[in-house]
């Protein structure tokens, strides 16, 4: 199934890392400005993070784990109390913009700004430059590979491309793309919000824990890597919580899974790159500068 399979260490048959993207009420300020005040139901709901993010942290604790948070800088400055917490653990830190802003909506020079100013947020409040990226929404502009090429961004974590980790090339440079999938985001399977306008059936835990565990079983036997792609405030509510650490229990139950930080995941890769017992697919990016030509293009009535 998997033609490339990575020599994950020690013979671990696949990868995981459980990622967290910590957007708390970044998201509400970027889409509703001055309505925030009155959304306050919206707003307890997202602050929710205050009582998931330790929650999290314990069982990470409890199972030996290290693993990856993605911050809006935003946040990371309003509640630095859960930054220090998750440092004190020893967990990785990455990139996810400053306000949760779309960057397929902003100019090249406005995301290379708002790049560059949670660079320097993360910087300041960690001690050092942020090694990856999850662009918010998976929302990545034709302009945004080249931006974190410039930056010496390590690896990206929005993409979709592939099962296993591959190469992006662009004309600033390369870095490595640690892909995931929306089946492993937490946000179809749990989110309803009408005030939002997003209203989906909610699905039970063991739903859920369904559709990850069925790209988990693949990943295991082909050699892939599985990336959780989970919010606090959403798979950090109790009964969901303990579905994930009855998963974790179950992968470490077998032994030879390899939980790790998507830094150690990039670091092992550039290691077996370097020793040549692994050639990561190359994807040169962006896939399209411009719209193909119109002639190319049946005209549709709407
Ligand atoms: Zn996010």
Redesign the pocket.
């Known amino acids: 199934m998997i033609e490339n399979p990575v020599p994950w260490p020690n013979g671990a048959k696949c990868a995981v890392a459980i990622t967290f993207?910590i957007?708390t009420d970044s998201?509400l300020h970027l889409e509703y400005g001055d309505r925030v005040p009155d959304m306050v139901c919206t707003n307890s709901w997202l602050r929710y993070d205050e009582i998931a993010v330790p929650r999290i942290l314990k069982m990470f604790r409890d199972y030996g784990l290290k693993q990856t948070f993605?911050y809006?800088s935003w946040c990371m400055e309003t509640y630095p109390e859960l930054v220090e917490m998750i440092l004190k653990d020893g967990h990785e830190i990455g990139h996810?913009g400053h306000l949760?802003e779309n960057y397929t909506q902003l100019t090249k020079e406005d995301q290379l700004y708002w790049t560059e100013h949670a660079i320097d947020i993360i910087q300041r409040m960690t001690g050092q430059r942020p090694r990856g990226f999850?662009a918010?929404?998976y929302n990545f502009s034709r302009h945004t590979a080249d931006i974190l090429a410039q930056q010496g961004f390590v690896y990206d974590s929005s993409l979709m491309a592939d099962d296993v980790p591959y190469t992006i090339q662009t004309d600033s440079g390369s870095f490595l793309e640690l892909p995931s999938h929306w089946a492993l985001d937490d946000w179809p399977a749990y989110v309803h919000n009408i005030e939002l306008e997003y209203t989906m059936p909610i699905r039970s835990p063991d739903e859920a824990m369904n559709v990850y565990l069925a790209e988990f079983e693949a990943a295991y036997q082909y050699g892939g890597l599985w990336v959780a792609i989970w919010?606090p405030w959403v798979s950090g509510r109790t009964a969901r919580c303990m579905r994930i650490a009855q998963m974790i229990e179950y992968m470490q139950s077998k032994g030879d899974v390899w939980f790790a930080t998507l830094e150690e995941i990039a670091a092992h890769i550039a290691k077996c790159q370097n020793d040549g017992s692994y050639v990561p697919r190359r994807v040169k990016l962006p896939y399209y500068t411009s719209a193909i030509s119109k002639r190319e293009r049946p005209r549709q009535i709407r």
């Open positions: 993207d957007d998201l993605f809006p996810h949760h999850r918010p929404v919010h």
